[in-house]
Nanobody, 125 residues
């Protein structure tokens, strides 16, 4: 089993920045691709950014140029740096991980087996 715990969420004004962290524990050697997803009230959970085991990354069009996904293997931690935040970025953000491998990770929920509990991000105008 794999456990994921997110942190770093909060409330910021538009144009501000936040960095989310996801601490990974358990059977970490089974993990290949990882990703960040978000879900706003009344909307479906959507992929935001992904990172493959080889380091390739992928982003949703809505966050390209503003968000950066990275990982620190020594610390078993996944990050999401979010700059130039907009009110439409307001959502619960989830970390995801799984044993499947691709070139750039994946932004599909079905790609991942393990999920964290989420951390809330609120952006005010």
């Amino acid at each position: 089993q794999v456990q994921l715990v997110e942190s770093g969420g909060g409330s910021v004004q538009a144009g501000g920045s936040l960095r989310l962290s996801c601490a990974v524990s358990g059977n970490i050697y089974s993990i290949r691709d990882m990703g960040w997803f978000r879900q706003a009230p009344g909307k479906e959970r959507e992929g935001v950014a992904s990172i493959a085991s080889g380091g390739g990354t992928g982003y949703a069009d809505s966050v390209k140029g503003r968000f950066t996904i990275s990982k620190d293997s020594a610390k078993n931690t996944l990050y999401l740096l979010m700059n130039s935040l907009k009110p439409e970025d307001t959502a619960m953000y989830y970390c995801a991980a799984g044993p499947r491998s691709s070139g750039f990770g994946a932004l599909s929920r079905n790609w991942y087996d393990y999920w964290g509990q989420g951390t809330q991000v609120t952006v005010s105008s």
